[in-house]
């Protein structure tokens, strides 16, 4: 059996039916970003395939699993346990499915709040979370599913304003990583223009 159908089927038991098939649009999505790139098309699958792994672990086990394996928990995290499936996912990649690419342990780990200068998996899995074919919730989804196979950087600074505007209107607690992320894409632009 081939490596990512071995992959396929253990995390199958450990998600709920949508959130699958969500993994599957995403794993798809990010093959299809990384041919426009030139990226490895089998990094960028085994990442959008594994990004949301820890989803389904309660969140107490989430903050459990941080404290038992020194992984830190902001403030914001404490308070937000959701945000923790990124960290605890990249660490249950790493032990669970055991995945070694320390490319494809990073997107996991950032691929929700993204961070300042991404590399191109990162973007690539921060990216296809966002357009895959299912999720049809945000605004602007045609403009940005556009944009993401003419422009990385700024398809990432589009979402995250998105992203931040969405959590504004809904009263959310913006993690701080995510307004200095956008900062930092946004400045970039300004800079080249
Ligand atoms: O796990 P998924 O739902 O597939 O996607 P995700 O890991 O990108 O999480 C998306 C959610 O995360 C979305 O509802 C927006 C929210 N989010 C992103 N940045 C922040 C945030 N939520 C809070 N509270 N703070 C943030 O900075
Ligand atoms: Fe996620
Ligand atoms: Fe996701």
Redesign the pocket.
């Known amino acids: 059996m081939k490596e990512l159908e071995k992959l396929e089927k253990k995390l199958q038991k450990h998600l709920d039916k949508e ?1 699958y098939q ?1 993994t599957l649009g ?1 794993m798809y999505t990010s093959a299809a970003l990384a041919m426009a790139y030139h990226y490895d098309m089998d990094k960028a699958m085994i990442a959008g395939l594994l ?2 792994c820890a ?1 389904n672990v309660p969140n107490e086990k989430k903050l459990e699993l941080c404290k038992k394996h020194h992984i830190e928990v902001t403030d ?1 995290e404490r308070e ?1 346990p ?2 923790l ?2 960290k605890v996912g990249a660490w249950i990649a790493r032990k669970k499915y055991e995945v070694t690419d320390e490319e494809i342990l990073h997107a996991i780990k950032v ?3 993204g961070e300042p200068a991404m590399n191109t998996l990162d973007m690539i899995l ?1 990216i296809a ?2 357009i895959e074919p299912r999720r049809d919730k945000a605004a602007n989804l045609a403009e940005i599913r556009e944009m993401a196979f003419q422009s990385l950087e700024k398809t990432v600074e589009k979402i995250l304003y998105d ?2 505007h ?2 504004n209107e809904k009263s ?8 200095v992320t956008y900062e930092y894409y946004k400045n970039r632009r300004d800079e080249k223009l």
């Open positions: 959130r969500h995403v990004h949301d989803k914001i937000n959701f945000l499936h990124a691929h929700t709040t921060f979370d966002y992203t931040l969405y959590l959310g607690r913006i993690d701080p990583t995510t307004e």
